[in-house]
């Protein structure tokens, strides 16, 4: 539970609102206790044939601790005009208590509400964090996170500490405040009954603490298996197209039935201790209230009874005796005979007056038990949100880049627009959890305005090179440096401000055109991106479409044909109008007419810029300024292509066959 109340300390951001949510339950509290005390007074008048409810009032009110206050009951009552008739007395009582409920209900409204809205925002704010902290982790660690566990997390978990943020603003406290409340009035009443309730409830207390274990455990296997689900899902629905041509629906119809069976699995497990909670604190609680009452009938039969006999037989032998003894005068027999009756008359009175408060003792405990049912469930719930606590808890521990974020310090020096060479000085980098490196004593240097492809074969460590200037990735050994300054000791949003990325993988999300252009760039204005678009030529298919660029492209651009989509990629890159442009065979979705008229306005947009291209296609690397050809995470060889013909014999043999053959 160390994890949720953590969390549950952002509540804290909502003091005020806390402080009135308290002022809240305050008043539904007050009234709550005000209400039992008029019920008592309803319920002696109906037990006692003689007195009203304004003589009941009198005497309560002076009794109570109000009559630190209200020093003269009577004076009180009658300059408030209460009716000294029992209708009257009753009918006022009955307005009177209808008048509590109303206002005890106002507060519990306000309560409840305000509570409400700090959980919802509490929640908001914790999911914001989420995500915060999983688009700024770091590349190395986004492998450790599935998309469908880190979607379970932000959505489901979050809204499962939801239920627990409410628990513990509304429900439970309500619930906990009132017990207390009606506990401390039935110990004032009585506190023989009360004690023997109270060792009920410290076995219910164990018993309660045993099943929340229970759910605890059970619900985080549930979110694991519902977070594999989500994942799995997404994968699914996403490559589609895949699975449909592959005739996969069987086995991924498969897949889903086997972790469906672990969902439901997970969720079996806390069905017993779910199912058991709430009958078992509710027979428990029923057994303390049983115990409680057999008390009080004992007092309630025996000791009352035995004090209103004896008084009834003093009466009796005083009338007796005035009747034998010829010497008393009347007046002498009389006042004997009264002082006898008004002996009698209270001890009814007492009688009277202590079944009345063994009922009200009754009721209380009968309402705290009340409120001990619905704790059971409402623990079960708290215990859902603390395993929902640690799965958030996970992703908020994780590091984050060293980027700029919401007035933080900026750490490092701010790197200039590039303007003079790039570096790689003895590089060698390793994936997390990797055998064997992935780049080995990496020697580079490209100067400004240069073209640089780099080829070689499927895990030469093409793309984790250039990783590396995007600081993507950190190196394990060596430096990469940007006109003289390691990018290591510069902002990191500085560095990435100088660069734009054209993957072979097109990355667009769902929106319009011009949403996705304009992606991380919004200072641009429209005819800059049009102009952008002409460049890339994506307008000779824009302008065709219904609503031109605020046209709805889907979800990953699935309106859109490939090489539609790789020019948008290509016109955002030119928008960006970056230092350094990276092109990882950004042309292999474009057909050979459309690869001519994209390559040349690349060309012409990486005049002036130095530009790193990683390239299967032949006419792409024969206009590099100069190739560097990589195997098994070294660079072999670095010349131009008439060169490197001569030179270097992997060079020839991927010209021998990716190169000339992907050139077609």
């Not at 709550?32 to 319920?43: D, E, H, K, R, T």
């Not at 560095?495 to 993957?503: D, E, G, H, K, N």
């Not at 492209?553 to 699935?558: D, F, N, Q, W």
């Amino acid at each position: 539970m160390r994890e949720f109340w953590r969390l549950a300390r952002h509540m804290l951001y909502y003091r005020k609102l806390l402080i009135l949510a308290a002022c809240g339950l305050l008043i539904d509290t007050i009234f709550a206790g005000i209400g039992m005390g008029g019920l008592l007074v309803v319920i002696e008048q109906f037990l006692s044939e003689e007195r009203v409810a304004y003589d009941v009032l009198v005497e309560k009110l002076s009794a109570w601790p109000i009559n630190q206050v209200i020093t003269d009951p009577a004076a009180f009552l009658d300059t408030i005009r209460f009716p000294h008739s029992a209708f009257g007395g009753f009918a006022t009582m009955m307005i009177v208590l209808l008048t509590i409920v109303l206002l005890g209900a106002s507060g519990r409204f306000l309560h409840i509400y305000i509570a409400m809205t700090v959980s919802l925002k509490t929640v908001a704010n914790i999911r914001r964090k989420v995500f915060q902290r999983l688009v700024h982790m770091p590349m190395a660690i986004t492998g450790d996170v599935k998309t469908g566990d880190a979607l379970s997390r932000i959505m489901g978990d979050c809204g499962n500490l939801k239920g627990g943020f409410n628990t513990i603003t509304s429900k439970t406290l309500r619930s906990l405040v009132q017990a207390f409340l009606f506990m401390g009035m039935s110990f004032y009443i009585e506190w023989r009954m009360t004690l023997a309730f109270i060792f009920v409830l410290l076995f219910i207390g164990i018993v309660v603490r045993q099943i929340g274990r229970i759910v605890r455990r059970a619900t985080r296997e549930n979110l694991i298996a519902s977070a594999d689900m989500t994942s799995m899902l997404q994968q699914v629905l996403i490559w589609i197209r895949v699975v449909k041509v592959y005739e996969g629906e069987g086995v991924e119809r498969r897949r889903f039935n086997r972790i469906n069976r672990e969902v439901v699995a997970a969720e079996m497990k806390a069905r017993t201790a779910r199912s058991l909670s709430s009958p078992l604190i509710e027979s428990i609680a029923m057994v303390g209230i049983v115990v409680s009452g057999c008390v009080a009938a004992y007092l309630i039969y025996n000791l009352a009874p035995a004090n209103a006999a004896v008084a009834e037989a003093a009466l009796e032998q005083v009338q007796q005796a005035v009747a034998a003894d010829a010497s008393l005068t009347a007046e002498q027999g009389a006042a004997m005979i009264a002082a006898a009756k008004d002996t009698y008359d209270q001890a009814l009175a007492e009688q009277i007056d202590l079944k009345t408060s063994l009922i009200g003792v009754i009721f209380s405990l009968g309402i705290v038990g009340g409120t001990i049912k619905p704790l059971s469930e409402l623990n079960n719930s708290m215990q859902v949100s603390a395993a929902a606590a640690v799965r958030i808890t996970e992703i908020l521990g994780l590091d984050v880049e060293p980027t700029v974020h919401h007035g933080s310090r900026p750490e490092g020096q701010r790197l200039p627009r590039h303007h003079q060479s790039i570096t790689f000085e003895n590089i060698t980098f390793s994936y997390p959890r990797a055998q064997h490196p992935s780049l080995y004593d990496i020697n580079l240097t490209v100067n400004q305005g240069e073209i640089c492809a780099i080829v070689g074969t499927n895990g030469s460590g093409k793309t984790t090179l250039l990783s590396l200037l995007a600081r993507l990735y950190e190196p394990e050994v060596g430096r990469v440096l940007i006109d003289g300054r390691d990018i290591a000791d510069c902002r990191l949003r500085s560095v990435r401000r100088q660069m734009a990325v054209v993957t072979q993988d097109t990355v667009l999300f769902d929106g319009t055109i011009a949403e996705n252009l304009l992606y991380g760039q919004s200072h641009r204005s429209r005819e800059q991106m049009i102009d952008a678009a002409c460049r890339a030529r994506a307008d000779e298919f824009v302008d065709d479409l219904p609503d031109g660029y605020d046209t709805h492209i889907g979800e990953l651009g699935s309106r859109l044909s490939g090489g539609q989509r790789q020019r948008l990629a290509i016109a955002r890159a030119i928008l960006r109008d970056p230092a350094i442009l990276i092109l990882d065979e950004a042309t292999s979705q474009i057909d050979a007419d459309s690869e001519a008229k994209i390559t040349a306005a690349v060309n012409e947009f990486a005049r002036d810029r130095t530009t790193f291209v990683i390239a299967h296609r032949l006419s792409t690397v024969v206009e590099a300024d100069s190739i560097v050809v990589m195997d098994a995470g070294r660079i072999i060889a670095r010349g131009t292509h008439k060169e490197l013909l001569e030179t270097c014999e992997l060079y020839q043999t991927l010209c021998r066959t990716q190169l000339q053959t992907l050139d077609g």
